[in-house]
């Protein structure tokens, strides 16, 4: 009889772990050593259980840098069985782009795993004035209990320069073209690959987000910085990969607009309301987000070009 429930106990939790909906699927193998997750389009929610970004890893002969971390913990545990099944090497480092959640929520589950987590100074800032509210966002989005979500642990190493680290047969250079979609991103490039991980400094396919602590000025020149760097595929925080050029339009292009147009405004005096109702963005209306996030743009973006006007 206790051979029988025991075997029944064992077969329910087999047919419940068969049916656990995965949050991730297989990584792409965008170069040599350069992985990547490319996430879909839309926004988080308890559907895609917060997978809406890129994410990626690098693998060298002597270690392996995770960019990014993901959502939840639970993301992150599965970004790191998905990593096991190319390779074995101690995990070295884990970037943190930027300090949107979805780049740092699963920084713990890396931290045990024996990884540094990077990210810049301002960066870091940002993701501790914002943790509880990020915290309290991600569980209301996902439609989770209180509690539900941990907090992730923060950044212990932070770096304001280039720095590059050796994995045995390649060479991964850490830095931040300035501010952007955030006040200090970084970006990893991969040399021998010819692969940079650009983070929310490029978007392709969908219309980018300006966000209060954005600078669409710096975020122009942080764009152009990567073309300095010769022919490369781009990695995006959204988006699928490609050379530069892929992501002129999506990016370089809609920022050099937003910033035009409002400095402009401003130049004729124009009033907050008539300046945003005068921009006309339809030229990116193809792509995904563009009626959530358009309108949303223009009105950060006049306030940072009247900002400007004034300092």
């Given amino acids: 009889m206790l051979r029988t429930t025991i075997s029944f106990l064992i077969l329910i939790a087999l047919s419940n772990f068969s049916h656990a909906k995965t949050i991730l699927p297989a990584p792409e193998k965008i170069a040599s050593h350069s992985y990547a997750w490319i996430g879909p389009l839309a926004g988080p929610n308890a559907e895609n259980q917060g997978y809406r970004?890129?994410?990626?890893?690098?693998?060298?002969?002597?270690?392996?840098?995770?960019?990014?971390?993901?959502?939840?913990?639970?993301?992150?545990?599965?970004?790191?069985?998905?990593?096991?099944?190319?390779?074995?090497?101690?995990?070295?480092?884990?970037?943190?782009?930027?300090?949107?959640?979805?780049?740092?929520?699963?920084?713990?589950?890396?931290?045990k795993a024996g990884a540094k987590i990077i990210s810049t100074a301002k960066e870091k800032q940002r993701m501790t004035d914002n943790l509880n509210q990020y915290k309290n966002s991600i569980e209301r989005i996902l439609k989770l209990k209180s509690g539900s979500i941990k907090k992730p642990v923060l950044p212990d190493t932070v770096i304001n320069k280039p720095t590059t680290f050796k994995l045995g047969d390649?060479?991964?250079?850490?830095?931040?073209?300035?501010?952007?979609?955030?006040?200090?991103?970084?970006?990893?490039?991969?040399?021998?690959?010819?692969?940079?991980?650009?983070?929310?400094?490029?978007?392709?396919d969908r219309l980018l987000a300006v966000i209060p602590d954005s600078n669409i000025k710096q975020w122009i020149?942080?764009?152009?910085?990567?073309?300095?760097?010769?022919?490369?595929?781009?990695?995006?925080?959204?988006?699928?990969?490609?050379?530069?050029?892929?992501?002129?339009?999506?990016?370089?292009?809609?920022?050099?607009?937003?910033?035009?147009?409002?400095?402009?405004?401003?130049?004729?005096?124009?009033?907050?309301?008539?300046?945003?109702?005068?921009?006309?963005?339809?030229?990116?209306?193809?792509?995904?987000?563009?009626?959530?996030?358009?309108?949303?743009?223009?009105?950060?973006?006049?306030?940072?070009?009247?900002k400007a006007a004034f300092e």
């Fill in 221 to 306: 020149a942080s764009f152009k910085k990567l073309a300095t760097y010769g022919n490369n595929i781009i990695i995006p925080g959204h988006g699928k990969a490609g050379p530069l050029k892929n992501f002129e339009f999506s990016t370089l292009s809609y920022l050099q607009l937003l910033h035009k147009h409002m400095t402009q405004s401003l130049d004729d005096d124009l009033e907050a309301q008539d300046a945003i109702n005068t921009l006309n963005q339809t030229a990116y209306n193809k792509l995904a987000n563009y009626d959530l996030l358009a309108g949303r743009n223009a009105s950060w973006a006049f306030l940072e070009a009247e």
């Fill in 170 to 204: 390649i060479n991964v250079v850490i830095e931040s073209p300035g501010a952007s979609h955030t006040p200090a991103s970084l970006i990893v490039r991969v040399v021998e690959d010819k692969v940079i991980y650009a983070g929310d400094i490029v978007y392709g």
């Fill in 53 to 111: 970004m890129n994410l990626g890893f690098i693998v060298g002969s002597k270690g392996i840098i995770v960019i990014d971390t993901g959502y939840t913990e639970a993301m992150a545990k599965e970004m790191l069985i998905h990593i096991r099944k190319i390779s074995k090497a101690p995990i070295i480092a884990a970037i943190n782009t930027n300090s949107q959640p979805h780049r740092f929520f699963g920084n713990t589950v890396f931290k």
